[in-house]
């Protein structure tokens, strides 16, 4: 006989919660630990400092990525530009290579034209 959906839930939910308290069970147990020698205290702000700034590059880099496959998936998938307040058309006055491709208004590269199938 099988298990219930019910007593799956109660399970994954009381082995989250012991996950949670051990994990703040071994928090505590380092905190109580002596800092080390000066030396030590020294390396470890060394550590500290270069972590950060390795965090704070490899974010950046992540944010950079998301927001262009956010808005490659936008312009796939069909994102209404229009209603954005971008231009659908780009007149050949407006455009050096006369192509009226859509383009947003800030002077991007041209975007091209989806055929009429893929709409």
């Known amino acids: 006989m ?10 994954v939910f009381a082995l989250g919660a ?7 069970a071994i928090y505590v147990w380092v905190k109580k630990q002596k800092p080390g020698s000066d030396r030590a205290q020294e390396i470890g702000g060394f550590i500290r400092r270069s972590a950060r700034t390795y965090l704070r590059k490899l974010y950046l880099s992540l944010a950079v990525v998301a927001a262009g496959a956010a808005l ?11 209603r954005l307040g971008w231009p659908e058309k780009v007149s050949s006055s407006t455009h050096p290579g006369g192509s009226g491709c859509r383009r947003p208004s800030w002077s991007a590269p041209c975007l091209p034209r989806w055929p009429a199938t893929w709409a």
């Open 2 to 11: 099988g298990m219930s959906d019910t007593t799956w839930l109660l399970i």
């Open 18 to 24: 012991a996950s949670i308290g051990a994990a703040g």
């Open 72 to 82: 490659v998936l936008a312009a796939a998938l069909g994102l209404d530009w229009p």
